[in-house]
């Protein structure tokens, strides 16, 4: 029998291991912080990235995010973007708190896999790869929202999963929950509060299932003490943001931005269903592989009879499905669903030799092997593209135009436009003048409010240089045409001076 000098030995070799696989993950696939991409900042391959850090960079230089900065995501976001720079002085810094997050996600995915009954370590670390590999179809560039909730997703569903597997349907077995657990779900209500709250939707119905068992079988004390337990864990990681933007007279501008603005921008948005392609859908299909291993997983737990984690499984496949199919296939959204690849596994680990079942575990594992095939061959090879490509700056076409801007008057500069501008302030290293500092014109779509706000700013401001694209400056223009002249061009670019 082993010794627990052997078993502390061991335990610390899978924790190594898991920590190294952590860590090439994040320094080979987040483009836009790792060391190996130093000049790529990840505002192309669908990521926003780019975004994310000119805003984490402006509040390590004193700017107050949303009040000075806007976006309609949640400050944590910004916030250890902010710590990376603040701390390291550069983006390379933010990588360091991805490998910890990632990190703690892989822990967690590894127990989850322990859930089985299959004590293997071999098993677990097969479980993590076989997750990262599906996780790089919808990983973009890295330091997205949906990382930053990965660690506390993955470790609220082995929680709710390792509850609910206890009791089937009928069960006379009294019930308890832990009001300690139910605190970490508040933390992460509260993590996806300051991200994106629909991140943690199916954490939400794990909490919401397990409300209705503690009522069925009459714990009402139990309940109470849970209902306590959320609410101090939202509280705490929500309050300490609410009183920093209070103290800054910016608590309206960050609770409008998390809440009011997006309210609006579902409310506007259009299902991409609507207009779908051919491709768009076999797209849909390939970056949202984690989604369908849950609709796998739901007939393999019902022929086990765990008929209360059946129940969960078919809630979060209607809920997600929803969520994914009613307003824009963004791949980033799918991360969140990472931990249902190893539930997966785990039902194949746990199906008996029947024949019938066998052809059921058949099915699961092609499945599982052709997401995986699929991002291999679709998603890492861009991983070598980019490397190559950032080994030098690329050279931008509006990059002539800011240089002809005096040194003295920069501080006075803003780019109005979309996509392309989303890196501009990290290449030339500038902070924008105005809050609405990116996406002007997508943003004012959504909301008459932020339009009419924009405007205000922008004919109101003092801004002496304006750097345009072509057909993005509609709720500009007539401050353009009557304020400012032209004074050059490149391609479809447009600089503005600020008339004496």
């Known amino acids: 029998m082993d010794n627990p000098q052997t078993i502390w030995l061991h335990k610390n070799k899978v924790l190594l291991l898991i920590f190294l696989i952590s860590a090439a993950f994040v320094m080979l696939f987040s483009?836009?912080?790792?060391i190996f991409y130093p000049n790529y900042y990840g505002s192309s391959y669908g990521g926003d990235a780019a975004q994310f850090l000119t805003i984490g960079k402006a509040w390590a230089e004193g700017k107050i995010p949303y009040k000075e900065m806007f976006d309609h995501k949640g400050p944590i976001i910004f916030f250890i973007d902010m710590l990376g720079f603040l701390f390291f002085g550069s983006k390379s810094g933010i990588m360091i708190f991805q490998i910890v997050f990632i990190f703690a996600t892989c822990i967690f995915l590894y127990k989850?896999?322990?859930?089985?009954?299959?004590?293997?370590?071999?098993?677990?670390?097969?479980a993590i790869v076989v997750s990262l590999i599906v996780l790089k179809a919808s990983y973009c560039n890295g330091n997205s929202?949906?990382?930053?909730?990965?660690?506390f997703i993955t470790v609220s569903v082995y929680f709710q999963v390792e509850f609910l597997s206890q009791y089937s349907s009928g069960s006379?077995?009294?019930?308890?929950?832990?009001?300690?657990?139910?605190?970490?779900?508040?933390?992460?209500?509260?993590?996806?509060?300051?991200?994106?709250?629909?991140?943690?939707l199916p954490i939400c119905l794990g909490v919401?299932?397990?409300?209705?068992?503690?009522?069925?079988?009459?714990?009402?004390?139990?309940?109470?003490?849970?209902?306590?337990?959320?609410?101090?864990?939202?509280?705490v990681l929500f309050l300490p943001f609410l009183i920093y933007f209070a103290v800054h007279g910016a608590a309206f501008d960050f609770l409008y931005a998390a809440i009011g603005f997006n309210i609006e921008y579902s409310a506007a948005m259009s299902s991409w269903l609507r207009s779908a392609t051919s491709d768009k859908v076999v797209s849909f299909f390939k970056e949202y592989g984690a989604f369908f291993a849950c609709a796998f997983s739901i007939p393999l737990t019902f022929r086990r009879r765990k008929y209360t984690l059946t129940v969960l499984y078919i809630l979060w496949f209607l809920s997600e499905g929803y969520l994914f199919g009613s307003g824009q296939?963004?791949?980033q959204y799918a991360t969140i669903t990472i931990p249902q690849v190893v539930l997966l596994l785990n039902e194949i680990m746990l199906l008996d030799n029947s024949e019938h079942l066998s052809l059921s575990k058949v099915i699961a594992v092609c499945m599982v092997s052709i997401f995986c095939y699929n991002s291999v061959l679709q998603y890492f090879p861009v991983a070598l593209d980019i490397y190559q490509k950032s080994k030098k700056a690329e050279v931008r076409e509006y990059q002539p135009l800011i240089d002809m801007i005096p040194e003295n008057e920069k501080s006075s500069f803003v780019a109005y436009g979309g996509n392309d501008f989303k890196d501009l302030y990290l290449i030339e290293d500038l902070m924008p003048c105005y809050k609405y500092f990116v996406i002007q014109d997508w943003h004012a779509q959504f909301s008459d409010s932020v339009r009419q706000n924009i405007h205000d700013i922008y004919a109101?401001?003092?801004?002496?240089?304006?750097?345009?694209?072509?057909?993005?400056?509609?709720?500009?223009q007539d401050i353009l045409d009557e304020d400012y002249v032209q004074v050059a061009s490149a391609e479809e670019y447009r600089l503005w001076n600020r008339k004496q």
């Open 31 to 34: 483009y836009s912080t790792s």
């Open 112 to 126: 989850i896999a322990m859930l089985s009954g299959k004590k293997s370590p071999q098993y677990g670390i097969i």
């Open 145 to 151: 929202v949906e990382e930053y909730c990965l660690p």
């Open 172 to 200: 006379k077995k009294q019930i308890t929950h832990n009001p300690w657990i139910a605190f970490f779900y508040g933390l992460t209500f509260a993590v996806g509060f300051l991200t994106r709250l629909t991140n943690v």
């Open 208 to 235: 919401l299932e397990i409300t209705v068992l503690l009522i069925l079988h009459k714990q009402f004390q139990n309940l109470l003490q849970n209902i306590a337990g959320f609410l101090a864990g939202f509280f």
């Open 329 to 331: 296939s963004f791949v």
């Open 460 to 476: 109101n401001g003092d801004a002496q240089w304006i750097l345009t694209k072509d057909g993005s400056t509609t709720v500009i």
